[in-house]
């Protein structure tokens, strides 16, 4: 009788350090999802404000555009100017000031274009790096998602152990000794 008690303690240990050790996996994968959803949403992000930049790059561009144009007219207005007497040099003088203070905007625009343009470059290569963290997460969440089904699977032949177990009956104790060195031999991993 002891025997069979040593037995049956011995089933329901593996039983117990089984179940524990599928509980302890599937909240490790249940972790590296949880990691994979929250990377996804800051590549979300992440485009939204590429997006956005780029939305204020061509704003940026059109507003140089503008001021080139700007600078331009202002240029033919100074020669147009020049021709009159009294009026020259104070129109010149005007003419001169708008000149210098488009040609400031002008560089500030181009100084701001130019950020923009490293910035457009810094978020292309950080995209990149995030689209491949994103396969490499997609795939890892694949394998993982795998993993779990073969762990429920396999929690779902340990509860049908445990409930033989439970129900044994002296003339069924052979079968179950059989079967549970079956599971031990599909556990061994």
Do not use: C, Y
């Not at 040099?89 to 490293?118: A, D, W």
């Not at 994103?134 to 795939?139: A, F």
């Amino acid at each position: 009788m002891s025997e069979f008690r040593l037995k049956k303690i011995l089933v329901l240990f593996v039983v117990i350090v089984s179940i524990g050790v599928a509980i302890w996996a599937t909240a490790r994968k249940k972790v590296e999802l949880d990691r994979s959803r929250h990377l996804n949403e800051k590549l979300i992000e992440l485009t939204k404000v590429n997006s956005v930049i780029s939305n204020e790059l061509k704003t940026t561009r059109n507003d140089l555009s503008a001021i080139s144009e700007d600078l331009h007219e202002t240029k033919i207005e100074v020669s147009s100017v020049k021709k009159l007497e009294d009026t020259v040099k104070i129109s010149l003088v005007e003419e001169e000031l708008k000149n210098e203070l488009l040609e400031k905007e002008l560089q500030n625009t181009k100084e701001v274009h130019q950020f923009m343009s490293n910035e457009v470059n810094q978020l292309k290569n950080i995209n990149i790096s995030l689209g491949q963290e994103l396969t490499k997460l997609k795939e890892k969440e694949s394998a993982l998602l795998e993993q779990l089904a073969e762990i429920e699977k396999k929690d779902e032949s340990l509860n049908l152990l445990g409930e033989q177990i439970e129900e044994l009956p002296e003339q069924k104790q052979v079968r179950i000794v059989e079967n549970s060195k079956q599971e031990k031999r599909n556990f061994s991993w």
